[in-house]
């Protein structure tokens, strides 16, 4: 028997492995993508604007001018349109659809807030069927489909999730033994609404939760707190947070229902995870010790401060959102803020993050 010769050709195609190994070149790092900035028209002289939604390449949102109450509007990268329902002192513009029918929520001075529609050219409609409701839009589709939340005004009346299509309201069951649900997101196809559902217990409070041709589920936390669910792209991935035991949330990517913990960047206590695309990037935000809510994103494996990939911001402006949302063409909406250091308040300009095409590296 040849033992002595076997186990020595191990050794030494081992110690050969091991050689290679550490001869082997380091893996590049993953480039990532860059953006500018869509300008806005330069006559728009607003006071304060932020954005609230992205549907088919538009940037939607809020808008305060020189005077009057703050305004829907919408940016396209080219055209700028701005709006208000009438009586309102605060419209604010979330998504439009094909047709041109645009969604959004406002409220007066005496009345809570209110979802509508307003058709292309037409007036305002609302979604809810009384004024002694209050409801409003969080995310749309291209063909029409409109989610969100819906409330009778009375202290402690449970939310109710909607869909809202042509019309017609269809309301979204919370959990079993749940006592309230909120949509936050809807798919592409406007099949699957995700969100989230409170139910009976003093441990798990809310549950990220996931709607589907009728059927109802809940998502795995990280732990046994709160979690809930707002982006999910046509592969059915779902992104949200999920709070850890000292209650801090952290970003979530779902993948057939589990939970994958997309990790923070230095220094950062909470961070969520808003919007997710088909190529599987994924943007939030989060907040440090130092600073309030900033912009992120993770492609390729990697999490990076939005701002950093931003070409031509201007110095003191950092990239934040109050709901950052992605599209299958890469497109961002985000907040553009500026600190003043004179102590008046920031200054907010919503904006439309276009990426770059690649740089070539041909001979």
């Known amino acids: 028997m040849n033992r002595p010769a076997t186990s020595a050709i191990a050794v030494g195609v081992f110690l ?20 500018v900035v869509a300008p806005f028209p330069s006559h728009w002289r607003a006071q304060d604007s932020e954005a609230k939604g992205l549907s088919n390449g538009h940037v939607l949102g809020t808008v305060i ?21 009438p009586g309102a002192v605060s419209t604010r513009w979330v998504g439009i659809d094909d047709a041109g029918n645009i969604a959004g929520t406002f ?5 809570p807030e209110h979802a509508f529609v307003q058709p292309a050219g037409g007036e305002p409609r609302m979604i809810a069927a009384a004024r ?19 409330r009778e005004d009375i202290p402690y009346s449970p939310n109710q999730a909607y869909r809202w299509q ?32 409170n139910v009976v217990g003093f441990d798990t409070p809310r549950y990220a939760t996931v709607w589907r041709n009728g059927v109802i589920a809940a998502l795995h936390p990280l732990g046994r707190f709160d979690s809930a669910a707002f982006g999910v ?13 000292q209650l801090h949330p952290r970003p979530v990517l779902w993948r057939d229902h589990r939970p994958i913990d997309l990790g923070l960047l230095d220094d950062t206590i909470d961070a969520i995870a808003m919007s997710i695309n088909a190529a599987g990037t994924i943007v939030g935000q989060a907040t440090t010790p ?5 912009a992120w994103l993770q492609a390729n494996g ?15 402006v950092r990239v934040t959102c109050d709901r950052c949302l992605i599209d299958d063409q890469g497109r961002i909406s985000v907040t553009l803020r500026r600190d003043n250091p004179d102590g008046s308040p920031d200054t907010r300009t919503a904006a439309l993050l276009v990426p770059k095409p690649p740089t070539s590296t041909g001979n």
């Open 16 to 35: 050969w492995l091991a050689l290679a190994a550490d001869a082997a070149p380091p893996q590049p790092v993953p480039a990532m993508p860059r953006y």
């Open 65 to 85: 001018m020189d005077s009057g109450p703050y305004a829907g509007f919408v940016f396209d990268g080219r055209r700028l349109t701005t709006g208000s329902v």
């Open 107 to 111: 409220n007066t001075a005496f009345d």
């Open 132 to 150: 002694d409701l209050t409801s409003n839009v969080q995310a749309t589709t291209r063909q029409g489909v409109v989610v969100g939340l819906y």
């Open 166 to 197: 042509a019309g017609v309201t269809t309301f979204l069951p919370p959990l079993e033994a749940g006592v309230s649900a909120d949509a936050h997101g809807v798919s592409a196809d406007g099949a699957t609404i995700v969100g989230e559902s």
């Open 233 to 245: 792209n046509a592969q059915g991935w779902v992104v949200g947070y999920s709070s850890t035991f």
């Open 290 to 294: 130092v600073e309030t809510w900033r």
């Open 302 to 316: 990697r999490m990076v401060w939005l701002s950093d990939l931003v070409d031509g911001l201007p110095a003191g």
